[in-house]
C-alpha cells in the first residue's frame, strides 16, 4: 500500500513524469498519482476525502486546478470531470450558470472543506496551485485557510509560473504542460527547497527527455 498520495490534475498527471514522481526522490518511497486530467477542484476535494477512507495516507500533497472546470453527476453515478461531456450542454451551462467570482468563491471553499477535512483526521499535507490566478483574497473565507500549508512560487504563484518563467527553452512545441525537468525542479527547490541535485545522468535525462536521450526505452 502507499502512504503518501498525490492528487490534482494534468499538471500532477500527464503523458510524462510529473511532480508526485520527484517525490519520490525525496521521500524515498513510492507515491500514488492520483491525479487526473481535467479535474475539477470539487473532483480534487472529493477524491482526497475518498482517499483518506481507501488508503490510510500519511501524506497528501494536493495541486489545485483551474477555477472553471466542474464535475457532473449523470443517473447511473457515473462521473464526468472538467465539464459537461456534450458540447452544446457544456456551452449552455457557461454561457448561463457559469460566474467567475462563483468559481473562485468555489475554490477557496473546497481549499478550506480539505483542509479541515485532513487537521480532524490528523493526516499530514501539503497544498499547491497550478497557476496564481485560481486564488484571491476578495472574499472573507479567504482569511479562513491556512496558507503556511501552501507552496508556492513567488508571492502566490503555481506550476504554470515556475515553468515558464524558469524552463521555456525545454517545452514540447505547442504543448502548454511542464516539461519533466520543470516538476523535478518545482519538487526540489519549492516543495522541498533542497540544494541537492540529483545525479548528472539523471538530470542529463530530464533535460533531454523530448530529444530521444531520455531513458524511457
Known sequence: ??????HGC??????????????????????MNKGEV?????????????????????HIYIMWSGAN????????????TGGHPES??????????LDQ??????????????????????????MMVWREDIITDKFDIYKDIDWTKFKFYGERKGLWEFSRDNFSQYYLSEESHPPPIAHY????????????LCPDEEYNKLKNYFKGNNGRS
Open 101 to 126: 467570482d462563483h468559481n473562485m468563491y468555489k475554490t477557496l471553499q473546497n481549499i478550506l472543506l480539505v483542509q479541515m477535512y485532513l487537521d480532524k483526521k490528523e493526516i499530514p499535507y501539503t
Open 185 to 196: 525542479h518545482w519538487v526540489k527547490d519549492v516543495i522541498f527547497e533542497s540544494d541537492i
Open 88 to 97: 452544446d450542454k457544456h456551452e449552455y451551462f457557461v454561457r448561463h450558470f
Open 38 to 58: 481535467g479535474s475539477a477542484n470539487e473532483t480534487i476535494a472529493r477524491k482526497v476525502i475518498e482517499t483518506v477512507h481507501t488508503d490510510d495516507p500519511k
Open 69 to 80: 472546470r466542474y464535475e457532473v453527476w449523470n443517473k447511473n453515478g457515473n462521473i464526468k
Open 1 to 6: 500500500m502507499h502512504n503518501t498520495i498525490a
Open 10 to 31: 494534468s499538471f500532477t498527471s500527464y503523458k510524462w513524469p510529473c511532480w508526485p514522481k520527484f517525490v519520490e526522490w525525496f521521500v524515498s518511497e513510492k507515491v
